[in-house]
């Protein structure tokens, strides 16, 4: 018989507390560094799956705009705390409105470069108390809106040389931006003749006061990357997506290339991950070929088909595919501060609106998965208020519409 001595005994003791503070089926929790290292367990095809009801119970079509251009490039849309809705209207540079009956009740901001003006609304967000906040990267600011008084301020985002640029920006915790930074590495120099490589990007998160001074940041992480050769780079349609999602005591960030979330606490100190090793898929030789039709149609042109193809054949050159497919797409906290993640859909060369994801996961902040929601084709979610979706459809003619369904959780 083997003896187990009393050491022996507390050592097992105290790694049992260190690897595993909740160990079940559905996850394992551990601890590395201070880091709190969630690992969830249970297989995707094992959650309950949501759907959307089959009519909106709102639709928006931004007629009431009053000009053709409304609507042509849909940017995010929010929920106020009210009901009312707010759409970035992408390709008229401003911002509109509704209230929950769908009514347009106000329009904000136009296209320019001064105060109250925009070039590109990357993100909206809707603070406490209903004021609206935006980010413009081409002007690198965060502007705040009254939704009934409009413009109120700007703020300067800082971070902006060639080698170093912010990607988008959001206030926290009432007085900080938190930034999600991009930087390039070293390019390679790439002789006539040598193909296509890899060229990566780095991402971190900065911490900035309202001046734009840098107050701290986040570890790195891998950002997307392009595709370098002789005569300079090009996008590659299946290169991962860094992202960023500030919830209300949590910043959640990642590089996308598999399911893990990171996240920072109210302290901004790197502070636990959520992991899903189940959720990896390796990448198809079809959906490639799908992806590189696609963009070959969108050409348009009278060149034959094999010959239109040969120029995007830089951008699926099989050795700087991926292996795996990428995971993650987007990433956003709802009002309950449970977590939705996208899974990933590649990059549409030749258009400017993106495939959206067909499928989320919805998780808890401590990791349990709670269910998947499969959407229709074309159809992009924005924002979840309890039940009820906020979703960007676009028809067969890329024409686009804001509609609300509810989800339906049976």
Not at 396 to 401: A, E, G, N, Y
Request: aromatic share 8%; charged share 25%; hydrophobic share 40%.
């Amino acid at each position: 018989m083997t003896r187990t001595t009393p050491l022996a005994v507390a050592i097992l003791i105290l790694a049992n507390c260190r690897a595993s503070d909740s160990r079940d089926s559905a996850s394992t929790t551990a601890d590395s560094a201070g880091v709190r290292i969630t690992t969830i367990n249970a297989s995707p095809s094992a959650l309950d799956e949501w759907t959307l009801a089959p009519t909106p119970d709102l639709t928006l079509t931004g007629v009431e705009a009053g000009d053709s251009a409304a609507f042509a490039h849909v940017g995010a849309a929010r929920w106020l705390s009210d009901g009312r809705i707010v759409v970035v209207d992408a390709e008229a540079r401003r911002l509109l409105l509704f209230d929950d009956k769908g009514k347009l009740v106000k329009t904000l901001g136009r296209r320019g470069s001064g105060p109250g003006e925009f070039r590109y609304v990357t993100s909206v967000t809707v603070l406490p108390g209903d004021s609206l906040l935006t980010f413009d990267k081409s002007l690198r600011r965060l502007t705040v809106w009254h939704p009934e008084g409009g413009y109120v301020r700007g703020m300067p985002v800082g971070g902006t040389s060639l080698e170093s640029w912010p990607e988008d920006a959001w206030l926290w915790n009432r007085g900080s931006i938190v930034v999600m930074q991009l930087s390039i590495t070293p390019q390679d120099s790439i002789p006539p003749g040598a193909g296509v490589r890899r060229w990566p990007m780095r991402a971190r998160l900065t911490l900035q006061d309202t001046s734009g001074r840098a107050l701290a940041s986040s570890p790195q992480f891998d950002g997307m990357y392009t595709g370098v050769y002789e005569r300079g780079d090009t996008r590659l349609p299946f290169s991962n997506r860094p992202f960023a999602a500030v919830g209300r005591d949590r910043i959640y960030f990642g590089s996308g290339a598999n399911f893990a979330l990171a996240y920072l606490n109210s302290e901004f100190v790197a502070a636990g991950e959520l992991r899903w090793p189940a959720q990896r898929e390796d990448l198809s030789q079809a959906e490639v070929a799908a992806v590189k039709a696609e963009a070959v149609a969108l050409a348009g042109t009278n060149v034959p088909p094999d010959q239109l193809a040969r120029p995007f054949e830089i951008n699926f050159a099989a050795q700087i595919l991926p292996r795996e497919r990428p995971a993650i797409g987007r990433v956003f906290v709802d009002h309950s501060d449970r977590l939705w993640v996208e899974r990933f859909e590649a990059t549409r060369l030749g258009s400017s609106l993106q495939k959206a994801g067909d499928r989320w996961t919805v998780l808890r902040r401590d990791g349990a998965p709670v269910a998947r929601l499969r959407l229709p084709a074309a159809t992009r979610l924005e924002d979840v208020r309890g039940r009820r979706a906020l979703l960007v459809v676009r028809d067969s003619l890329d024409v686009q519409t804001v509609v609300v369904r509810e989800i339906r959780t049976q």
